[in-house]
């Protein structure tokens, strides 16, 4: 079945700098991925949706210049936090869409 | 604005009960209906999927009722077991919207032994 693999599963950075995470599909290629943000015992929100070799589109809300993405390849999207504060501290998720739509493990993001 | 209502906030059942999951949409043509299981600091896991021209599906122990004019759907988890303990997620796809989901609130799940 489809896999989206994503990494890192955990980080902790220091407020003030840049996180990059990564989203892969690994047995099939994904024009389109999307990426969340859950909060804990909350539901996922949609943050954007990331299109490969075109602009990511945004959900309402959403800081784009914070929240950058980008999608160069079929197999590879990234979610960048930039100048992270601890209010960006959350669980990140990425999936795919493939036959359905198959998410990745989770990043585990900290600032402090 | 698209909204999925989903209900209970929590439940708990002993072994072998049935618990029950409901969503509900309004406001915005949805054409897929997606179930998730997560575990805690994990992705969701796809479940069992329908589309609005089918009123029931079985997949296993789960099953999804479909009711397209009430606008509603829900999960049914047969012969439930403590593994299967975890917050369960719906979602609905818009149509025409890129092919986003649109989460229900979460509904964390506990199967006493």
């Known amino acids: 079945g489809a896999v989206v693999s994503q990494h890192p599963s955990r980080v902790i950075c220091k407020s003030g700098t840049s996180v990059k995470i990564e989203c892969r599909s690994l047995?099939?290629?994904?024009?389109?991925m999307f990426w969340y943000r859950q909060f804990p015992k909350k539901s996922l929100m949609l943050m954007a949706t990331s299109n490969e070799g075109s602009k990511a589109t945004y959900e309402q809300g959403v800081e784009k210049d914070k929240f950058l993405i980008n999608h160069a390849s079929l197999t590879l999207s990234t979610l960048t936090v930039t100048s992270a504060h601890p209010e960006d501290s959350s669980f990140y998720i990425c999936?795919?869409?493939?036959?359905?739509?198959?998410f990745g493990s989770g990043t585990r993001l900290t600032v402090v | 604005q698209q909204q999925v209502k989903q209900s209970p906030q929590s439940l708990i059942v002993q072994k072998g009960g049935i618990p029950i999951i409901n969503c509900a949409y309004e406001n915005t043509a949805f054409d897929y209906f997606p179930w998730y299981q997560q575990f805690p600091g994990k992705g969701p896991a796809l479940l069992i999927a329908?589309?609005?021209?089918?009123s029931e599906k079985k997949e296993g122990r789960f099953t999804i009722s479909f009711n397209k004019s009430a606008k509603q759907f829900s999960l049914h988890i047969m012969d439930s077991q403590p593994g299967d303990s975890a917050t369960y997620f719906c979602?609905?796809?818009?149509?025409?919207?890129?092919?986003?989901?649109?989460f229900g609130q979460g509904t964390e799940l506990s199967v006493k032994p």
């Open positions: 999936s795919a869409r493939e036959n359905g739509y198959t």
């Open positions: 047995d099939f290629q994904a024009t389109t």
């Open positions: 329908i589309r609005p021209d089918v």
């Open positions: 979602a609905a796809s818009p149509i025409n919207q890129g092919g986003k989901l649109i």
